[in-house]
């Protein structure tokens, strides 16, 4: 777990690892068997103080991020909407049905990126009947 003071380089850091794990499975991995990520990310204040231990710090927002990760497929990067609204780049985030504690979520994969695949012209768009005006 990673705590970061800008939404834009959370996102870009998970998206850095899930790139990059093809990569690492194919030339540095020597376990028997490939490694698997899943990633979340979500937005708000944890109040931390100096004498907080970070390892019994909870939080609603951290509570919501770990289980983005946890429902979230194998080698993808599930957010809130509110982080998703906040982003500068959206592209490759696809709206997912499945809600996250009361949380629409979006979804990124390397294997829908315009950065993996330069031959895929238009990323996959919303689901029929998921329209999200917030989502522009």
């Not at 870009?12 to 979340?40: H, K, P, T, W």
Request: with cysteine; net charge positive; charged share 20%.
């Amino acid at each position: 777990m990673v705590c970061f003071l800008d939404v834009d380089m959370a996102v870009g850091a998970g998206q850095a690892v899930l790139r990059e794990l093809r990569r690492f499975n194919l030339n540095q991995n020597m376990l028997r068997s490939r490694i698997a990520v899943r990633c979340g990310v979500n937005a708000g204040e944890v109040p931390i103080f100096e004498d907080s231990k970070l390892e019994k710090i909870a939080h609603r927002v951290i509570d919501v991020t770990g289980h983005m990760q946890k429902h979230a497929s194998p080698n993808t990067l599930w957010l809130s909407a509110q982080v998703a609204n906040h982003l500068g780049d959206k592209s490759g985030f696809n709206p997912v049905e499945q809600q996250v504690d009361g949380h629409r979520v979006y979804e990124w994969s390397p294997r829908v990126s315009l950065v993996e695949q330069p031959r895929l012209l238009i990323a996959p768009g919303p689901k029929k009947g998921n329209a999200d005006p917030t989502w522009a």
